[in-house]
């Protein structure tokens, strides 16, 4: 058979961490090709095997093979954090691997890092492929228009609501303190969620620190604060969510493990290697026994479970619509583009509009504390405010850990104000 005759060939590929719906954008994008007379191949781990040359993990999906994968977790192509842009070599042998394979259209599921690395792909194709990336993180942090989340955050938030609320009521039982760590890597949006919707004691998130680095002590006298507020209304226990991205901006050379730290293929800092939790809960402990406070505080991770979990309604359906207008993107001759819905339709973001142009990596969305969204949430926590340091509210905090109002205000104060966005 001719070259001029062969079908034309989609690609599909997953990168970077797990999120559920990711298996209803590779469903709805192999169906819709299939529809439209397409061959669809399936790239197993990303980039991983295109980087190394290696065709072979290239795997041809039928309808039969995804007409029911939408509502299951998890990725039947697997996933990498393989960066096919982390030099001149490696893009190229990507690049060829892929038009070995025949691919004239490439879809890259994944967050900011695999936009990235996609946006180079099509840049050096030169328009023999056409490429178009939709947006998947439960961190919630990629510049979608009119806000909208990414996909994977709303079954990640439920989960992790769930998970919030049980260790709310194990905490009111024992009368102790769940300092639970969250995933969120540079915003703080799922974690303030998850608090949000349990209704637990209070985040911590990067977004609401003044300063540009965060020191542990200041995160340490949040929590503290909190436990004693709480303590003043007769409360003996609660759960404190912090995102993990709070550790980024500290000076990680005291949290980090001992074999040190790891980066991944992108150069994040590898956060697993970063014991956030256990750090806060013993200088959390330290810092109470010095106050006369007796309690017992636990830290708990909450992130793996939360991005394999079987995708919610919401990001079942989204999902769909999503794949599909990926397929159409380019069957209408788009390349170089992210797939976002705004007003009920998909829309292209050209991958141009998504990068820093300082970095020349892909913006990320922060949370943003000037909100009424935000300050709903940070009105329902216990945590101390500039209020709290006004009589006669200070010398009742202040005589919950016997320390006069003066040295209770020298204490706190500061690390309050730090936490205290400007509105």
Request: aromatic fraction near 6%.
């Amino acid at each position: 058979m001719g070259v001029s005759n062969r079908k034309q060939t989609l690609g599909i590929l997953v990168g970077g961490g797990p999120a559920p719906g990711i298996n209803g954008v590779i469903a709805a994008a192999a169906i819709e090709a299939l529809n439209n007379g397409l061959r669809v191949i399936g790239l197993r781990e990303g980039f991983r095997w295109l980087v190394a040359g290696d065709t072979s993990h290239a795997v041809e999906l039928r309808l039969e093979d995804v007409s029911r994968i939408h509502f299951t977790g998890g990725s039947v192509l697997r996933t990498s954090r393989t960066n096919p842009a982390r030099d001149e070599a490696s893009l190229q042998r990507a690049l060829s691997s892929l038009l070995a394979l025949g691919i004239d259209y490439l879809v890259c599921i994944g967050g900011d890092d695999t936009t990235y690395g996609a946006s180079q792909i099509a840049a050096r194709s030169d328009g023999r492929i056409a490429v178009v990336t939709v947006p998947k993180t439960i961190d919630n942090d990629l510049p979608l228009p009119e806000n909208a989340p990414t996909f994977g955050f709303d079954t990640a938030r439920a989960v992790g609501t769930a998970i919030i609320e049980a260790l709310m009521e194990d905490s009111r039982t024992t009368g102790r303190w769940y300092l639970a760590v969250t995933m969120g890597r540079k915003s703080g949006s799922l974690a303030l969620s998850m608090c949000k919707s349990a209704g637990a004691t209070l985040a911590v998130i990067p977004e609401e620190f003044q300063s540009e680095k965060i020191e542990l002590n200041t995160v340490v006298d949040t929590i503290v604060g909190a436990i004693i507020k709480r303590r003043a209304a007769g409360r003996d226990h609660g759960v404190a969510v912090i995102a993990e991205g709070v550790a980024e901006r500290m000076d990680t050379g005291q949290l980090l493990a001992s074999s040190g730290p790891q980066r991944d293929p992108y150069g994040h800092l590898h956060i697993a290697d970063v014991p956030l939790g256990i750090v806060l809960r013993d200088r959390v402990r330290d810092a109470l026994t010095r106050l006369g406070v007796e309690v017992t505080v636990v830290a708990k991770d909450i992130g793996y479970e939360l991005r394999c979990a079987k995708p919610s309604a919401f990001d079942v359906e989204y999902t769909r619509t999503l794949g599909y207008g990926a397929v159409h993107y380019l069957l209408d001759g788009g390349s170089g583009a992210l797939i976002a819905i705004a007003g009920g339709r998909t829309v292209p973001i050209e991958f141009s509009h998504l990068l820093d142009p300082v970095t020349g990596r892909v913006q990320v969305r922060m949370v943003d504390v000037t909100t009424e969204a935000y300050r709903v949430a940070r009105s329902y926590m216990i945590r101390l405010e500039p209020s709290d340091f006004a009589e006669p509210e200070l010398s009742r905090l202040a005589a919950c850990v016997k320390m006069t109002p003066e040295a209770f205000k020298e204490r706190f104060l500061e690390s309050t104000l730090n936490t205290s966005p400007v509105v």
